[in-house]
């Protein structure tokens, strides 16, 4: 069976990734939990009842992002082995590395989601890391790749829209890692989720907020620039193989074929006689490799 209509996961992490911080950070507001002007992403997502929509929301889209990453990195794999040049191991090789860093990137994301920054600030941060830092080298394995891959998977402004966007990625990210320990070290108020002009590196905190916010909707873009290149593909369901032993069907390791890519494979015989039944189920293993498909 087929799977098609991939360019939807890029798609829903687009719509629903920004869709979460706005969710819970107007419900933020309502409760008081935040201030209105330039509160981190995580605090929307501190108190109840907002952590519990933050958390189950973005746990939903660390999967959309692991599902994305896993289906680009099959698409290029398929581009490689189609169109042999003198690149194609090269960009074997960083599509092999991408596809570790966008599933740590997106691992990253879902301990942000479930570890909150007031409980266990450690394990919070150690997730955004992933997340933003993993993610930014994500971005520019993808530029390169992509630029390699010109004309024959994509367009040349693409790449160039990729380059921009990974640009963008890296320096607010560099922003966001000095402006706040340096907003951190003038604070000198009660509440760092509501943090007023009186409290100190009020400015520092604003340049570090906005950058985060910036460097989110970056990589939401990012992600955007899969859809047109996912369009027209799509994936076979991953082939099931049963191991089976044949009481005086054949000694040899033949394969039976059934439907909906179901193989059956009866191995050699050992030559010691097996109990009454006739079939015994040894195991069964689950090939995760899926073939593309351009229809």
């Known amino acids: 069976m087929a799977l098609a209509k991939l360019y939807f996961l890029p798609l829903a992490v687009f719509v629903l990734l920004p869709g979460t911080f706005i969710i819970t950070y107007v419900i933020s507001i309502l409760h008081r939990d935040v201030e209105v002007d330039f509160p981190y992403i995580s605090d929307t997502g501190t108190y109840v009842p907002e952590s519990c929509i933050f958390g189950q929301l973005l746990n939903i ?34 599509n092999l590395v991408g596809l570790f860093l966008g599933l740590a990137a997106a691992f990253g994301t879902s301990l942000v989601a479930n570890f909150q920054e007031t409980a266990v600030i450690i394990v919070h941060m150690i997730g955004a890391t992933m997340a933003f830092g993993l993610g930014m080298i994500y971005a520019w394995l993808q530029t390169v790749m992509s630029f390699y891959m010109y004309p024959l998977m994509n367009t040349k402004t693409m790449a160039g829209i990729r380059l921009f966007l990974s640009i963008v990625n890296t320096v607010c990210f560099i922003i966001l890692n000095v402006a706040t320990p340096i907003s ?90 097996e109990p009454a039944y006739s079939r015994e189920v040894i195991s069964s293993v689950c090939s995760t490799t899926s073939q593309v498909i351009f229809q």
């Open 61 to 94: 889209v660390a999967c959309l992002i692991g599902a994305t990453v896993y289906v680009r990195y099959k698409h290029v794999e398929h581009y490689c082995q189609n169109h042999l040049a003198i690149e194609s191991t090269r960009v074997l090789r960083l």
């Open 184 to 273: 951190l070290k003038y604070f000198h108020g009660k509440d760092k989720t509501k943090w007023y002009p009186k409290d100190g590196g009020f400015a520092a905190h604003v340049v570090s907020t906005a950058s985060e916010w910036i460097l989110t909707l970056a990589f939401d873009f990012y992600f955007l620039t899969f859809v047109r290149e996912l369009h027209d593909i799509s994936m076979t369901s991953p082939k099931v193989i049963f191991l089976t032993e044949e009481m005086g069907i054949s000694s040899s390791g033949d394969i039976y074929r059934c439907d909906d890519n179901l193989e059956v494979a009866s191995p050699q015989s050992s030559g010691i006689v």
